[in-house]
Structures are given as structure tokens and as C-alpha cells.
């Protein structure tokens, strides 16, 4: 079993396209709970819609885990590496604002998967926010704050 990071793996091969739906999950540095301070978290869903805002991307589903974040949406502008470098350096600068650190605060690259035709964006979305029911952090998913979903 290999103990270095292989994310630079990741992007071999990464291609990204206008108009198709990818789900993106980024991690926190060292998996640290960052995000079980609340404010920390409206800092990064500050950035998330930022993101729809200016038009990059068509949000349709996230949820902010203490430990990494799930992301759905539809890329517009740009390229896929160019939208989450974005949130990620954005994000870094004002958690760090609040935290007075120069920390890193997210593990190096991501996981995309491009959504198909085929795949019911609907369930997915469903699937995603319902991570801190499966994860034990709630009881109902309505009792976590850091989600959002076009649909529900």
C-alpha cells in the first residue's frame, strides 16, 4: 500500500465540458473537521454560490461534511480545474482570515465523476444530501445546516 499522495494522479486524462453535469468531492488537509465550526461553513457556501452567481456553474446539489464537500452542478464557464481551484483558493483565504492561520485547508486535487445521460441527477442530489443522515451526524437531513438542492 502506497503511503504518498497520489492526487496528481487525478488529473491525467481530466477533460471537462461546457453543459455537462459533474459531482465533485474536495477534501479537507488531513480529513481535519474543519467544518464542524458552522461559520467556517457559510464561509465556503459563501464561495459555492459565488460560483452559480457569476455563472460558472448551475448548482444543483452540495452538502459540506466536516471533512470534505460534495458538489453537484453543471459547468458553464470555464473548465472544470479552473471552477474548483477557484472555490478552493477563495475558500482558503477567507477560512484563514477567520482562523488568523496561514494553514493549508484542502488536500491537493479532487474527484470528479462526469454525470451521463442516463443517471437520474434527481437521486444523486437526493444521495448527496442525505451524507450526514448516512454518517450519523443527524437524525433527519433537515436537522444539518450546510446543504442546499435545487429540488428539495
Not at 26 to 31: C, M, S, T
Not at 85 to 96: A, D, E, H, P
Request: proline letters at 4%.
Amino acid at each position: 500500500m502506497r503511503s504518498t499522495p497520489q492526487s496528481h494522479r487525478l488529473r491525467h486524462g481530466r477533460y471537462s465540458e461546457h453543459g455537462r453535469s459533474y459531482l465533485v468531492t474536495f477534501v479537507v488537509n488531513h480529513r481535519r473537521p474543519l467544518f464542524t465550526d458552522l461559520y467556517l461553513g457559510r464561509l465556503l457556501v459563501i464561495e459555492l454560490r459565488q460560483a452559480h452567481e457569476l455563472g460558472l456553474v448551475d448548482s444543483m446539489a452540495w452538502v459540506i461534511m466536516p471533512d470534505h464537500v460534495h458538489w453537484l452542478f453543471e459547468l458553464k464557464q470555464r473548465n472544470l480545474p479552473d471552477v474548483i481551484r477557484r472555490v478552493k483558493s477563495r475558500s482558503t483565504l477567507t477560512i484563514n482570515r477567520r482562523r488568523q492561520s496561514k494553514e493549508r485547508v484542502w488536500q491537493p486535487g479532487y474527484h470528479d465523476r462526469a454525470v451521463r445521460a442516463q443517471d437520474d441527477v434527481c437521486k444523486m442530489a437526493r444521495y448527496i444530501i442525505a451524507n450526514p443522515l448516512r454518517a450519523g451526524l443527524v437524525e433527519r437531513v433537515g436537522d444539518f445546516s450546510l446543504w442546499d438542492a435545487a429540488w428539495l
